[in-house]
Protein backbone atom coordinates (compact mmCIF):
# COMPACT_ATOMS: atom_id res chain seq x y z
CA UNK A 1 0.00 0.00 0.00
CA UNK A 2 0.99 3.99 -0.61
CA UNK A 3 1.22 6.12 2.28
CA UNK A 4 -1.77 7.91 0.95
CA UNK A 5 -3.62 4.65 0.98
CA UNK A 6 -2.77 3.91 4.36
CA UNK A 7 -3.90 7.18 6.05
CA UNK A 8 -7.43 6.97 4.01
CA UNK A 9 -7.75 3.71 5.84
CA UNK A 10 -6.74 5.16 9.05
CA UNK A 11 -8.90 7.91 8.73
CA UNK A 12 -11.74 5.56 8.13
CA UNK A 13 -10.75 3.45 11.19
CA UNK A 14 -10.84 6.90 13.41
CA UNK A 15 -14.24 7.66 11.71
CA UNK A 16 -15.83 4.88 12.70
CA UNK A 17 -14.18 3.78 16.21
CA UNK A 18 -14.25 7.33 17.08
CA UNK A 19 -9.91 7.18 17.25
CA UNK A 20 -7.96 9.40 16.39
CA UNK A 21 -4.79 7.40 14.78
CA UNK A 22 -4.22 9.86 11.85
CA UNK A 23 -3.40 12.10 14.32
CA UNK A 24 -0.60 10.23 15.84
CA UNK A 25 2.71 10.41 13.91
CA UNK A 26 4.12 7.43 16.03
CA UNK A 27 0.68 5.12 14.40
CA UNK A 28 0.63 6.53 11.45
CA UNK A 29 4.62 5.35 10.71
CA UNK A 30 4.31 2.31 12.53
CA UNK A 31 0.96 1.51 10.37
CA UNK A 32 2.72 2.25 7.13
CA UNK A 33 6.07 0.05 7.85
CA UNK A 34 3.65 -2.66 8.11
CA UNK A 35 0.92 -2.41 5.26
CA UNK A 36 3.04 -1.16 2.99
CA UNK A 37 4.00 -4.71 2.17
CA UNK A 38 0.19 -5.35 1.26
CA UNK A 39 -1.92 -4.84 -1.02
CA UNK A 40 -4.27 -2.49 -0.68
CA UNK A 41 -7.38 -4.72 -2.01
CA UNK A 42 -6.54 -7.38 0.66
CA UNK A 43 -6.30 -4.68 3.54
CA UNK A 44 -9.60 -3.24 2.40
CA UNK A 45 -11.40 -6.56 2.15
CA UNK A 46 -10.02 -7.47 5.57
CA UNK A 47 -10.88 -4.08 7.59
CA UNK A 48 -14.25 -4.30 5.84
CA UNK A 49 -14.53 -7.68 7.71
CA UNK A 50 -13.35 -6.14 10.83
CA UNK A 51 -15.48 -3.74 10.89
CA UNK A 52 -18.73 -6.12 10.38
CA UNK A 53 -17.55 -8.31 12.75
CA UNK A 54 -16.08 -6.27 15.38
CA UNK A 55 -17.91 -2.97 16.42
CA UNK A 56 -16.42 -1.90 20.01
CA UNK A 57 -12.78 -1.97 19.65
CA UNK A 58 -10.70 -0.17 16.50
CA UNK A 59 -8.34 -2.67 14.86
CA UNK A 60 -4.89 -2.70 15.50
CA UNK A 61 -2.62 -3.22 12.37
CA UNK A 62 -1.81 -7.03 13.11
CA UNK A 63 -5.73 -7.52 13.07
CA UNK A 64 -5.66 -6.89 9.42
CA UNK A 65 -2.76 -8.41 8.24
CA UNK A 66 -3.86 -11.65 9.74
CA UNK A 67 -4.31 -14.31 7.09
CA UNK A 68 -3.09 -12.42 4.29
CA UNK A 69 0.08 -12.79 2.21
CA UNK A 70 2.50 -9.83 1.36
CA UNK A 71 2.81 -8.65 -1.91
CA UNK A 72 6.40 -10.16 -2.16
CA UNK A 73 5.40 -13.78 -0.92
CA UNK A 74 2.01 -13.99 -3.26
CA UNK A 75 4.74 -13.27 -6.21
CA UNK A 76 7.12 -16.24 -4.94
CA UNK A 77 4.27 -18.62 -4.98
CA UNK A 78 2.98 -17.26 -8.44
CA UNK A 79 6.75 -17.81 -9.95
CA UNK A 80 6.82 -21.24 -8.34
CA UNK A 81 3.45 -22.33 -10.77
CA UNK A 82 3.83 -23.37 -13.78
CA UNK A 83 1.14 -24.72 -16.44
CA UNK A 84 1.40 -28.63 -17.22
CA UNK A 85 1.99 -28.44 -21.44
CA UNK A 86 -0.03 -31.57 -21.61
CA UNK A 87 -3.48 -31.42 -19.41
CA UNK A 88 -3.26 -27.33 -18.77
CA UNK A 89 -3.33 -27.40 -14.67
CA UNK A 90 -1.32 -25.54 -13.15
CA UNK A 91 1.05 -26.90 -11.16
CA UNK A 92 4.23 -26.42 -9.37
CA UNK A 93 7.56 -25.64 -11.13
CA UNK A 94 9.45 -28.64 -9.40
CA UNK A 95 6.38 -31.23 -10.39
CA UNK A 96 8.33 -33.28 -12.58
CA UNK A 97 6.03 -36.53 -11.72
CA UNK A 98 3.61 -34.45 -12.72
CA UNK A 99 4.49 -33.71 -16.43
CA UNK A 100 6.13 -37.34 -16.75
CA UNK A 101 2.37 -38.79 -16.28
CA UNK A 102 1.24 -36.63 -18.88
CA UNK A 103 3.72 -37.23 -20.88
CA UNK A 104 3.49 -40.77 -21.02
CA UNK A 105 -0.28 -40.83 -20.51
CA UNK A 106 -0.19 -38.59 -24.33
CA UNK A 107 2.15 -41.39 -25.76
CA UNK A 108 -0.35 -44.03 -24.79
CA UNK A 109 -3.03 -41.65 -26.60
CA UNK A 110 -1.47 -41.28 -29.76
CA UNK A 111 -0.67 -44.73 -29.62
CA UNK A 112 -4.00 -46.19 -29.23
CA UNK A 113 -5.16 -43.55 -31.66
CA UNK A 114 -2.91 -44.58 -34.70
CA UNK A 115 -2.89 -48.59 -34.13
CA UNK A 116 -6.48 -49.24 -32.89
CA UNK A 117 -7.81 -46.05 -34.20
CA UNK A 118 -9.73 -45.73 -30.26
CA UNK A 119 -10.08 -42.54 -28.23
CA UNK A 120 -9.01 -43.35 -24.38
CA UNK A 121 -10.28 -41.50 -20.95
CA UNK A 122 -6.96 -39.42 -20.62
CA UNK A 123 -8.21 -38.83 -17.06
CA UNK A 124 -8.33 -42.09 -15.76
CA UNK A 125 -5.04 -42.68 -16.62
CA UNK A 126 -3.58 -39.49 -14.90
CA UNK A 127 -4.77 -40.66 -12.02
CA UNK A 128 -4.82 -44.22 -11.91
CA UNK A 129 -1.68 -45.66 -9.58
CA UNK A 130 1.71 -45.63 -10.80
CA UNK A 131 1.87 -49.63 -10.86
CA UNK A 132 -1.53 -49.76 -12.79
CA UNK A 133 -0.39 -47.14 -15.28
CA UNK A 134 2.63 -48.58 -15.97
CA UNK A 135 1.57 -52.01 -17.43
CA UNK A 136 -0.98 -49.71 -19.90
CA UNK A 137 1.93 -48.08 -20.87
CA UNK A 138 4.05 -51.05 -21.02
CA UNK A 139 1.45 -52.51 -23.57
CA UNK A 140 1.21 -48.94 -25.26
CA UNK A 141 5.15 -49.60 -26.28
CA UNK A 142 4.37 -53.19 -27.32
CA UNK A 143 1.61 -51.78 -29.53
CA UNK A 144 4.24 -49.45 -31.11
CA UNK A 145 6.89 -52.60 -31.38
CA UNK A 146 4.23 -54.74 -33.23
CA UNK A 147 2.45 -52.61 -35.59
CA UNK A 148 5.45 -49.31 -36.35
CA UNK A 149 6.47 -49.79 -39.94
CA UNK A 150 9.41 -47.29 -38.88
CA UNK A 151 12.27 -49.12 -38.20
CA UNK A 152 13.92 -46.48 -36.07
CA UNK A 153 10.56 -46.18 -34.06
CA UNK A 154 11.03 -49.74 -33.12
CA UNK A 155 14.27 -50.10 -32.60
CA UNK A 156 14.24 -47.11 -30.23
CA UNK A 157 11.29 -48.71 -28.26
CA UNK A 158 13.23 -52.50 -28.65
CA UNK A 159 16.48 -50.63 -26.63
CA UNK A 160 13.82 -48.95 -23.80
CA UNK A 161 12.32 -52.06 -23.36
CA UNK A 162 15.73 -53.77 -23.03
CA UNK A 163 16.82 -51.23 -20.15
CA UNK A 164 13.92 -51.04 -18.14
ZN1 LIG B 1 -0.77 -32.48 -16.82
Redesign the pocket.
Known sequence: MKQKEVLDLIKLIDRTYKTDYAGDGDIVRDWFKVLKNYELSDMTKSLNYYMKNYTTYAPKVYDLIRGYSTIDSKKLLENSKTR??????V?SIDDTK??D??RSVEFIKRAVKRFKDQDIDAEKY?TMSEEEFNKYYLSAVKLVINNSTNDLEVNMWKNYLKNL
Not at 84 to 89: A, D, H, I, M, R
Request: with cysteine.
Open positions: CLFCGKIHERCR
